[in-house]
């Protein structure tokens, strides 16, 4: 990854979660003041791995491939960069459906 992201004092974070074993997640952004590189996307998702993950080598490893075949499929978020403790990917925005709009859903279908 190149442009304004790899400077991260353009950046802003914020923390998702936190107290987790498995991961940390940050959600980084460019400042609106700065300007977007060709393609490059605003918003990623950073992923720490955890201590659970750090304990199973072959977890991260598995992990990080099946991430990457489904991200270069098109069928998960894409893959921006891995290194030893995480790894960079597309943040894709969701809202979380609670119990009562599944019954909405229900009475709609």
């Excluded at 991430?67 to 894409?78: D, S, T, Y």
């Amino acid at each position: 990854m190149s442009g304004p992201l790899i400077n991260y004092k353009l950046c802003v974070l914020s923390l998702l979660h936190s107290g987790g074993l498995s991961n940390l997640l940050y959600c980084c952004w460019l400042a609106d003041s700065v300007p977007v590189v060709g393609s490059e996307p605003r918003r990623v998702l950073l992923r720490i791995y955890g201590q659970i993950i750090h304990e199973h080598p072959v977890t991260v490893l598995t992990d990080s491939v099946i991430f990457a075949l489904l991200a270069e499929k098109g069928m998960g978020p894409k893959l921006y960069g891995v290194f030893t403790t995480g790894r960079l990917e597309e943040y894709v925005p969701v809202r979380t459906n609670y119990f009562l709009s599944f019954a909405v859903m229900s009475k709609v279908v």
